[in-house]
């Protein structure tokens, strides 16, 4: 298995362009959660999604879109990057409540 | 609303003492769940330790436990023979029934030799 997978690993931006990260997993799982993590700081929650075709706003939302076609994928949208967007991103999955939620290895993406 | 406070952002110990880390949240649910989770510089997220909020039993995995004090929304874990190895970021972290996923701010474990 290869659990969830995110790409790409490391990415550039310069402000104003737009980009998707990429999220999938192959665990069959219903929850799936995109997060944002500066440097020292805890995993903001981003978006979430509850299932194919259900999505909803995390705690930092502001400047994201997300979509939910497939159970396997859950890509991220960043339309316009700002210097703000700068950080690491993960996106996590998770199946039937009580169990453990399983993350990607993340997404440095710096915004110039 | 939905919230994870963890108010050390840092802490040490020496090897093979114990050390505990603070946690509280709060919910209007009256069915959630509760974790901490630990991540080293590697970035990876590894799940140390969950608890089930209607189990009164503190949850155990080795050398990990937690405290979890139901009526003040407490939840701190517990390292037993602390080891180089589990020096980490770790954070607790909380989910309810609508499948809310959140996090606290972490707090920095350095194991000392």
């Known amino acids: 298995n290869a659990g969830v997978t995110q790409t790409p690993k490391f990415r550039i931006l310069k402000i104003g362009q737009s980009m998707t990260l990429q999220c999938t997993q192959d665990m069959n799982h219903n929850y799936m959660y995109w997060y944002r993590q500066d440097p020292g700081m805890g995993l903001k929650l981003i978006y979430y999604?509850?299932?194919?075709?259900?999505?909803d706003k995390g705690e930092v939302p502001n400047g994201y879109n997300v979509s939910r076609s497939t159970t396997e994928d859950f890509p991220l949208r960043l339309e316009l990057a700002a210097p703000s967007q700068t950080s690491v991103y993960f996106c996590?999955?998770?199946?039937?409540?009580?169990?453990?939620?399983?993350f990607g290895q993340g997404t440095r993406l710096t915004v110039v | 609303a939905q919230t994870v406070t963890q108010s050390q952002p840092e802490m040490s110990v020496q090897e093979a003492e114990t050390v505990t880390l603070s946690c509280t949240y709060d919910?209007?649910?009256?069915?959630?769940?509760l974790f901490w989770y630990k991540q080293p510089p590697s970035r990876q997220m590894i799940l140390v330790i969950r608890?089930?909020?209607?189990?009164?039993q503190n949850a155990t995995e080795n050398r990990f436990s937690v405290n979890f004090q139901k009526a003040a929304k407490s939840f701190s874990l517990k390292i037993s023979d602390s080891q180089l190895g589990d020096t980490a970021m770790y954070f607790c972290?909380?989910?309810?029934?609508?499948?809310?996923?959140?996090f606290g701010q972490g707090t920095e474990l350095s194991v000392k030799p």
């Open positions: 608890q089930e909020a209607y189990k009164q």
């Open positions: 919910t209007s649910e009256s069915n959630y769940y």
């Open positions: 999604s509850v299932g194919a075709g259900i999505t």
């Open positions: 972290a909380s989910y309810n029934q609508g499948g809310k996923l959140i």
């Open positions: 996590a999955s998770r199946g039937q409540v009580n169990t453990e939620a399983f």
